[in-house]
């Protein structure tokens, strides 16, 4: 059972826009910011969305994130192939004292 | 660019010990905090430690306190994690990774190295 619920999988037809949501506690995500990770089929993470919403160099603008009290929100515009990944969100727990992360959402583009 | 490598994984039996070795170069090692992530077969990713810079600091998740030492040698851009009395649950993929402060999470990641605990 992971700190952070997130949707187990979503899908959408490409150039849809889906969202993926991640709710968590006032001593995660309601007292620090979320950041978003991308995991292509048989690679490593990658860093996609930090402080909320802001976006690493390199990141498309068709990724986007927000923050609202203890939920936070992946959204994806224009949905490619390519976009067919796991998505996990994770936040610093303070009563923890550790990082915690969603248990990861799927998503297939049909 | 950041380059990350772990190596050490393998197959060990329960109640035995590995240590993992994470080299880093593309970037002042001495400069970050760095991380161990895992990721059981089909699961998702779990934080396993943090370390801060000159290694004085170290935060673990509940399930390794007391077993698992996380350590760096920063004169060798190398990052460790002593794991002893392994358990089933802690096969996974361990991942090592760069903490970006301005990221406030892991900006870099390695490829991962394989622990498998039989029973």
């Known amino acids: 059972q992971s700190v952070l619920t997130q949707p187990p999988s979503t899908s959408g037809t490409p150039g849809q826009r889906v969202t993926i949501s991640c709710s968590g506690s006032?001593?995660?995500?309601?007292?620090?910011?979320v950041n978003w990770y991308q995991q292509l089929p048989g690679t490593a993470p990658k860093l996609l969305i930090y402080r909320n919403n802001q976006r690493p160099s390199g990141v498309p603008d068709r990724f986007s994130g927000s923050k609202s009290g203890t939920s936070a929100s992946l959204a994806i515009s224009g949905l490619q192939s390519e976009d067919e990944a796991d998505y996990y969100c994770a936040a610093w727990d303070d009563s923890l004292n550790g990082v915690v992360f969603g248990g990861g959402t799927k998503l297939t583009v049909l | 660019e950041v380059q990350l490598v772990e190596s050490g994984g393998g197959l060990v039996q329960r109640g035995g010990s590995l240590r993992l070795s994470c080299a880093g170069s593309g970037f002042t090692f001495s400069d970050y905090w760095m991380s161990w992530v895992r990721q059981a077969p089909g699961k998702g990713l779990e934080w396993v430690a943090n370390?801060?810079?000159?290694?004085?600091?170290?935060y673990y998740v509940a399930s390794v306190k007391g077993r698992f030492t996380m350590s760096r040698d920063n004169a060798k851009n190398s990052l460790y994690l002593q794991m002893n009395s392994l358990r089933a649950e802690d096969t996974a993929v361990y991942y090592c990774?760069?903490?970006?402060?301005?990221?406030?999470?892991?900006?870099?990641w390695g490829q991962g190295t394989t622990v498998t605990v039989s029973s």
């Open positions: 990774a760069r903490w970006g402060y301005y990221y406030f999470g892991m900006d870099g």
């Open positions: 370390i801060n810079q000159d290694g004085s600091e170290k």
């Open positions: 006032s001593s995660s995500i309601g007292s620090n910011t």
